[in-house]
């Protein structure tokens, strides 16, 4: 049994609208960072089958051109879909406690609503085939093993 060796995976994709503005950043050496919470939605039926809702609240970050991206595009109730992997942190409150939060490090992230650049108005509709609408941060890609990228770009091709 000790020779069993376990898949490292790690993938995430959810769906659902921003709760807040994003919030943009770069950091010291200027790489450019952005934060968003996103509500994703599930609707179930209970023990007397009637028809629930629940939220759930999850964090992302964005890097790079993927950031600068959302800066562009994003708002308080931005529908996306993110495409990414779930990655955990620990910082120190301001009353000195250490906090461990957990988000999806975003690798895709489609923008669901159309935007139209040429005079600056936003069209809320929701839309899939704005050809701007999905960016892609292959930033992390050089971690990945050969046999990793060579399955990821199968994976694409599917």
């Not at 609208?17 to 996103?38: A, C, M, Q, Y």
């Not at 039926?45 to 992302?60: F, L, P």
């Not at 970050?61 to 620990?90: I, M, P, Y």
Request: aromatic share 8%; hydrophobic share 30%.
């Amino acid at each position: 049994m000790a020779d069993l060796k376990m898949p490292e995976l790690n993938s995430v994709v959810v769906a659902g609208n921003l709760t807040k503005d994003p919030v943009f950043r770069e950091t010291t050496n200027g790489t450019p960072v952005v934060n968003f919470h996103i509500a994703v939605n599930r609707r179930y039926k209970d023990s007397t089958n009637q028809w629930q809702e629940d939220v759930c609240y999850v964090g992302v970050v964005a890097w790079n051109k993927l950031a600068d991206s959302c800066r562009e595009r994003l708002f308080k109730g931005s529908a996306v879909l993110v495409d990414g992997e779930l990655q955990s942190r620990t910082f120190k409150t301001d009353e000195g406690k250490n906090r461990t939060i957990v988000e999806i490090k975003a690798k895709r992230i489609q923008f669901l609503n159309k935007f139209n650049k040429q005079n600056g108005d936003e069209d809320y509709s929701s839309t899939s085939d704005d050809e701007d609408s999905n960016y892609e941060d292959n930033s992390f890609d050089k971690f990945l093993t050969d046999e990793e990228s060579d399955l990821m770009n199968d994976s694409d091709k599917n």
